[in-house]
Structure formats: C-alpha cells, structure tokens
C-alpha cells in the first residue's frame, strides 16, 4: 500500500469514527456553539492526525512493538516476479478506472460549486439593496425563501408583517454575524475531496443543521415569541430551494421538524460541556494506530525487499531500522582525495573477502577463456553506500558487467570519507582481476592477489586461518538472514541511549570447519556497551555452513559491521 493511499483510507476512516462520537455525545444536547466548534475540529483533525510522528515514541514501548511486529506480518505481500505479461491486466485497468473515476467527480463536483458562488454573486449583482430596519438587504424575484451567504442577505418580493421581517433579518444577521458561511464552504470543500464517503456527507448536514439552531437560538434569545416564530417557519415551508441552497443559509430550509424541537428543548446543564474531552482520548488513539500502521508497512516493504536480490543498502536497513535509522544519500558533488578515505568494513581485507564471495565468473566467459581485469570507480557516499559505479578500463562486456554488480550489490558497510572535520562522498577505485585456474579452465578466481591473502593466520599449518576461501562461510539462510539476526537480537543499551553513544562496531571471528563461531573480537570499537552488546549477539549465532578450499572444510576469518545510531 502507498503511503498516499494510506493517507487518504486513514482520513476518511477518521471521519467514520467522529461522526459516530458526534451522534453519540453531542446529538441531542442544546451546546450548539461547542458543537459548531466540535465539528470544525472534525474536519481539521481528519486530515492532520496521520501527520503526527510519534513513532520515536512507539518504538521505545516494548507491548506496541510487538504489536507492530504482528500486524506487519499480517499485511499483505506483493511479490514481482519474472513472468510473461498477460494479455489484459484487468487488476491495472480497474486501479486507473478507480483513480479516473474519483477526480472525474472531483471535477464535476468542483464545477458545481463554482457555478453555486457564480449565481449568488449575480443574483447579489441583479437585486437590488434596501435598507430594513437599518439592515441592508438584497431584494430578488425569485421564488425562495429569505437567506444569507457571507455578507449577503436576500429578501424575495413578497409581502411580510414587520415582525416576520424582524424575525427574518435576525435570523439571517446573526448568519452573517458569527460567520457561518465559513463552516459551510469548509464543509462542501470536504465532502467534494471525501465525497465516496457517506459519513463525510452527514457530517456536512450536521454543520448546516447545527448553524440553523444556532440562528435560531439567538431569534428566541433576543425576545420574540416562540410560537409565532415557529408557525412563521412553517408558513415558509413551502418555499423551494434554489441551485445554490447547497452554500447559502436558508432562513426556512432543512428538518423544521428537529429546529422546532431544538427550540422546545430545555437547555443541557453546563457540566455535560466536559464530555468533549473525551475526544482526545480518541484522536490520541487515531494517532497511535497511525503510527503503527506507519511503522508497520514500512517494515512490510522491507522485508518484502529481502526476498529479492535488488538493493543489498535495503537488506542492511533491516539492521539499523531497529534504533529508527534511515539512510540518506548525500547530493554533493564527490571528491577525489580527502583527508581520510572511505574504509570498507574490515579494511581492505573486509573488501576483497566480499568481492571473493560475491564474484560469480560468468560461465560463458569461461568457455570463451576470457580473463583479465577490471578496473571499477564509484562513489561511497557520507551514509557508507556506494552509488554511480562504472567501469574505466574494462576488458569484456561480459566481465564488466559482473565487476559492475558486484559493486552495486555491495552493503553500505563502508566508513565514509572525512574532509575538513565533515563526511563527505569520495570517488574509490577498486580492480576486479578475472583469472582462469591454469589446471581447470571452468574454475574462476575472483579477486586479484587471492594467493597473498588467502590464509590469515598460518601459526598452525595443519589447521590454518583462511581470509579468503573457494566458498567463503555462509550463515543459515544466507546473508538475508544473517542481517535478520542481527535485527532481532541487537538490544541497544538503555545506557547508551541516554549518552548519545552511536557508531558502527566492527566483530571478527572464526568460523570453525564445524560451522561454529570462535576467537570473538572487536576489530574496531565504538564503545564498551556497544562493543560488549555486538559480541554478544554474534556469540548467540547459530551455526554457519563452514567455508571450503578445495573441496574441503576449512577454518575463516569473518568480519561483521554492527551500527547503532541514534536519530
């Protein structure tokens, strides 16, 4: 689900639930000033609640985390696979039916309420004003009740008592007065954006039916008889509406049944004002599953982006999304020689034993005897990924285009370039030597000088140390998984936290011929309580397949990147 798409279902879900509370709380009580408040709040807190981020907040309450954890697993997964296109997509045809079909109505709902403020402003130019009871007022011919838009008041020609006029223009005044044309464009601007929801529509009626109490409330506050108000009413009720009745406040329109009855009413006692507090439990709550569902769908998409082989940065994020991280690729323009260049996790040992593991020899190349090497620039940008990867000396299409995926594959392990205190992006060149075995012309080495730092530790010949091998060490699941493990297991310490303590933690350890861990070290720390919570997620680590040099088990090195940052 796009995150418009859950904008749009959040807010009208919103007014789903306020008109409920509203029919709940406010429906029968005589508070029309805080109801005409309330409903305002309606519509500016539908729209404006998904925008609240408190996730920082949600991610720090372990019972909402797993929650979350829940529900994303719960979502549904949208996987792209390789496959011949059908020959009518209809789920694509009824999504752009949809989409077209929504703003067509939007458009011809827009242009209706344009033609509604065109006819008043005419019907405004074509009457003529007179001046009643030192009110000014707008005479017309058309046959319609007495009503009021804005600063407008309109009287059709026909003959009324002095006391229904007075009764007409306090009525319509007190319209312009307090505004109330205000809430009714509000209210028609929303229902045209929400207009397939039936709870938006009501909400609307409600706004105009509460301003009609609210005009009338103030007729029978200042002094003029009910009763005879109320037969006046009902003398009117035959009056038609004009085009515009939609925007106007019409002195004799809508439910004169209800009006009379909100008349009749005894007044709420003033303590029942208080029930609208409960509206923030309410718009809190909204804002918590907004949240959630945030959180949630971001954490669907990635690991939707696991089960694919597209961007090893997204498999990464899997880690540092845990403490809230989000990566950030910097816009300026690269440089060539800084102060401190970028380092790939490990050092240049960390680099080559990647692009050892990651290198496969194209098979076509092999059968062709095709070697040589590949020189390879790209750019580490300031969040340790790398981006626009070419090939300056090349020696195959086929070649250079693996030397190219391997380097886009690569995870953004790297420690970015320093320039005058700042990261900045640096431009690194990296060769990738294709060699043919001179025994077995189907076996690929895939690094330059594999010889001279194949073995790390030779101190006990019969059961060497191995950097690189013919099939490095392979965590259960893969690489994935591996960083899956480490999302799951990773506890950023409370204390830590609180002193700002961030940084990338560098582990290595041997990976035995029996698949398990050992010699567990810092290659380079951050601090203790970082350090100490990155050994111990990789010494809870299961088993790996162990790596092989010709065809046999061996004993190698591994280096593991672990960031914590704090947003």
């Not at 191995?466 to 994935?480: K, Q, T």
Request: glycine letters at 4%.
């Amino acid at each position: 689900m796009s995150p418009d798409l859950a904008y749009f279902i959040k807010v009208n879900v919103a007014f789903v639930l306020f008109y409920a509370f509203y029919r709940l709380f406010f429906y029968r009580d005589t508070f029309f000033k805080l109801r005409r408040m309330i409903l305002l709040i309606f519509f500016a807190a539908a729209f404006f609640y998904p925008l609240f981020n408190v996730q920082d907040w949600v991610k720090e309450q372990e019972p909402i985390a797993e929650v979350i954890s829940l529900y994303s697993a719960m979502l549904p997964e949208f996987v792209v696979e390789s496959a011949p296109a059908p020959e009518v997509d209809w789920k694509t045809i009824i999504a752009k039916g949809a989409v077209l079909a929504y703003w067509s109505v939007i458009i011809l709902l827009t242009i209706r309420l344009f033609i509604q403020l065109g006819s008043i402003v005419w019907l405004a130019v074509k009457s003529k004003s007179k001046i009643i009871f030192n009110r000014k007022v707008y005479i017309h011919d058309r046959p319609s009740g007495p009503f009021s838009f804005f600063r407008f008041v309109f009287l059709s020609r026909e003959d009324y008592s002095p006391n229904e006029l007075k009764e007409i223009l306090e009525h319509e005044y007190t319209h312009v007065s307090q505004w109330h044309s205000i809430d009714v464009v509000i209210s028609e601007i929303i229902t045209i954006i929400c207009w397939m929801n039936p709870f938006v529509w009501l909400l609307k009626r409600e706004v105009r039916h509460n301003l009609e109490y609210l005009a009338d409330r103030k007729v029978l506050d200042s002094g003029y008889d009910p009763k005879s108000y109320q037969y006046h009413l009902l003398g009117l009720a035959h009056h038609t509406d004009q085009a515009a009745a939609d925007l106007y406040n019409n002195f004799n329109v809508l439910h004169l049944k209800n009006r009379i009855s909100m008349m009749n009413k005894k007044r709420s006692h003033s303590i029942g004002r208080a029930k609208c507090l409960i509206f923030v439990p309410l718009i809190m709550l909204l804002m918590l599953l907004s949240n959630i569902e945030a959180i949630a769908r971001v954490t669907k998409d990635l690991a939707t982006s696991l089960n694919t082989d597209a961007e090893m940065e997204e498999l990464t994020e899997l880690v540092l999304r845990r403490y809230n991280l989000q990566t950030h690729q910097d816009k300026q323009k690269p440089l060539t020689v800084v102060d401190h260049m970028p380092v790939y996790a490990g050092g240049e040992e960390g680099l080559l034993q990647y692009i050892a593991k990651s290198v496969k020899y194209p098979v076509e190349a092999q059968q062709k005897g095709i070697k040589g090497r590949v020189i390879c620039v790209f750019t580490v940008n300031t969040d340790g990924s790398v981006s626009e990867t070419e090939v300056v000396r090349g020696v195959d299409p086929l070649l250079d285009a693996e030397a190219v995926r391997v380097i886009e594959a690569m995870p953004p392990w790297w420690t970015p370039g320093r320039h005058k205190g700042e990261n900045v992006r640096v431009k690194f060149t990296v060769p990738i030597t294709f060699a043919l075995n001179q025994t077995d012309n189907t076996t690929a080495q895939s690094n330059a000088g594999k010889d001279e730092i194949e073995i790390a530790d030779n101190s006990d010949p019969a059961n060497p140390v191995y950097r690189i091998a013919d099939h490095m060490p392979v965590f259960p699941g893969g690489e994935s998984e591996l960083l899956k493990f480490i999302a799951t297991s990773v506890k950023y310490p409370v204390e830590a936290q609180q002193k700002g303590i961030k940084g990338r933690v560098i582990c290595s350890y041997i990976v035995e011929k029996d698949g398990s861990l050992s010699n567990y070290k810092i290659v380079r720390g951050i601090d203790p309580l970082l350090d100490e919570e990155a050994l111990r997620v990789m010494k809870t680590s299961p088993k790996w397949t162990p790596g092989k040099v010709d065809g046999k088990d061996v004993r190698v090195l591994y280096t593991v990147p672990i960031t914590f940052r704090l947003q």
